[in-house]
């Protein structure tokens, strides 16, 4: 039976039951659950206005460099990864619910702030700032769904989160298309205020959420002396699941440019590649991460993780020389089914080996630190790719899948390990 607090997926009967669970079965039934997924929806379609018009909205309207929008993108991601654990180690202290409430209501501050950035200077310093919160934020929000739900809920309910997030960043990215084919510049500023709107209506949800978190559902406090510090096996599952992580800088830069450059696909399968993509993880996230829990259970999906990526990252190498247009689009296409089930498969295995492995004292923190992987992989992924995997060609691709497949096989027999010893 559940503890008190604990999200319970199932269905609530009556006759109805079977036609809602059919349209609303991926979602859980605890009402602060609900709650916290609509943050993410409205969180999430604000990112997707504002992302599709960043590159226009940095060059045209703060008048910036390509050079120095990629540099201050960078020193976005360098902040939040200083600041990523000593955030989750303040949600420890005071909950990881004011945490994250005030990460939403800086975050917004910060997108209100960038139309004003009329320099380098202070283009960066706003970038560094809302950085912390964009990378920060995660782990404070699993923090969170592991106060609400208790064993394989866990990993099901963060599947929800980004079901939520996938369809609401889809929506944003599609408005922000037509409002910048009819709106012009003043559309681009538009939204990125929208953006920062996005962040204080989610901040304001998470208020009410409040009152509805029950309260073993809270963390508490804990003495210098109590908080456990990760050990070697964690870190290491850390940093292969930042191996792994690099599938996203592969979605959304390698394989856009391994395109254009190198094959003889046109340029137009870009667009379809990412719709292709969204839809397969929406499909299958619920799928994918249904019933997984412990550390093994994540190391096995971190295992298929890294063997669908290599898959992935070898179809593409095969895409090198071939001159029909036909053949590049299928294998293009074909990868990016194999590169949304390794995402797919990573995220459920990284959310179940670090709920499995880090205790309920210092969760927050432990989190935080697990994450840096991710961070470290957004931060690297997009130069390593640029200058050694791509310009290698065939070989390149072959040698990522077979650092993809090692990482996943390691980290299934790291976890495997920790399991037993657990």
Known sequence: MPAEGAIVMGDTGGAGAPTRRRFTGWLPDDRAAQVLIAVSFVDALGTGLFLTG??????RTLHLTTAQVGFGLSMAGVAGLLCSVPIGRLADRVGALPVLTGLQFWRGACFLAYP?????????????LAGTGEWAAPPVVQSLVGRLAVGAGRVRTMSALMVARNVAFTLGATA??????????????????????????SGTLLLRL?????????????????????????LTLALLNGVLYLHAVVLTVGLPLWIVTATAAPDAVIGAMV??????????????????????????????????????CLLVAATA??????YAIALVLVATV?????????????WAVSYALSPDVGRGYFLSVFNLGQTGAMIIGPSLLTTAVLPAGRTGWTILAAALAVAGTAAAVLARRADARS
């Open 54 to 59: 960043s590159a226009l909205f940095f060059t």
């Open 275 to 312: 719709g292709l993509n969204t839809i397969l993880a929406v499909v299958l996230q619920i799928r994918l991460g249904h019933n997984v829990d412990g550390a093994r259970a994540g190391g096995s999906r971190q295992f298929r993780a890294g063997i669908a990526l290599a898959l992935s």
């Open 176 to 201: 922000a298309g037509a409002a910048i084919a009819v709106g012009g510049a003043a559309a681009i500023v538009a939204l990125v205020l929208a953006d920062a709107v996005s962040f204080f209506l």
């Open 210 to 234: 409040r009152a509805s978190v029950p309260a073993t559902a809270q963390e508490t406090h804990e003495t210098a002396s109590a908080k456990p510090r990760p050990g070697p096996t964690y």
């Open 338 to 350: 194999a590169l949304t089930a390794g995402e797919v498969y990573q995220a459920v295995g990284a």
């Open 321 to 326: 020389g071939l001159e029909v247009p036909g």
């Open 116 to 128: 004003l950035a009329d320099s380098f200077a202070l283009f960066l310093a706003v970038a560094a």
